[in-house]
């Protein structure tokens, strides 16, 4: 759903269309291709859309903070523990379910039902898609500490 929101209302957002295009070739290869690897799938989209609600809330008091005040303080007010929440989830939980997924796959375990290059290539594109996240992530964080302290220089003024 969020890909044909995407692809209709923000046909410029090129990352947010690649990452669920790639999303959705890891869950095409699980469910048609090899019939097995839901498991790690399952796992791999709680961990995503854990965050979801408070992303979308917190993209959409973003949109409208400029000219809605109540917008502009529901931003303020969620962007920290939206941050935190976002780094705990995407940025620690998520990289260690994919390391314990790469130890399972290279172990051997999965060699009969999933070939080599369908988990090689899920663990590539889990790995690319987290680490987009973590940037992006490690964007906003810095963009809250240079905004902090900019209005802290205002008040010490």
């Known amino acids: 759903m969020d890909l044909l929101h995407y692809l209709v209302f923000c046909p410029s957002e090129v990352l947010f269309i690649g990452?669920?295009?790639?999303t959705l070739f890891v869950f095409l290869t699980c469910r048609y291709l090899v019939?097995?690897?839901a498991y790690a799938i399952l796992v791999l989209l709680v961990l995503a859309e854990i965050?979801?609600?408070?992303?979308?809330t917190w993209t959409l008091a973003n949109a409208r903070?400029?000219?809605?005040p109540t917008a502009a303080k529901l931003y303020d007010l969620l962007s920290p523990p939206f941050y935190a929440f976002y780094t705990v989830v995407r940025g620690f939980a998520g990289p260690l379910f994919v390391y314990e997924m790469g130890v399972f796959y290279l172990s051997g375990e999965a060699d009969h039902?999933?070939?080599?290059?369908?988990?090689?290539s899920w663990i590539f594109v889990v790995t690319?898609?987290?680490?987009?996240?973590?940037?992006w992530i490690w964007n906003l964080w810095l963009e809250l500490y240079r905004e902090r302290r900019g209005k802290l220089g205002k008040?010490?003024?």
């Open 51 to 56: 965050t979801s609600a408070c992303q979308n």
């Open 19 to 22: 990452h669920h295009l790639a």
């Open 155 to 157: 008040k010490m003024r």
């Open 128 to 135: 690319v898609a987290i680490s987009v996240s973590i940037l």
């Open 113 to 120: 039902v999933i070939p080599k290059w369908i988990w090689v």
């Open 65 to 68: 903070r400029i000219d809605v």
């Open 35 to 37: 019939l097995h690897g």
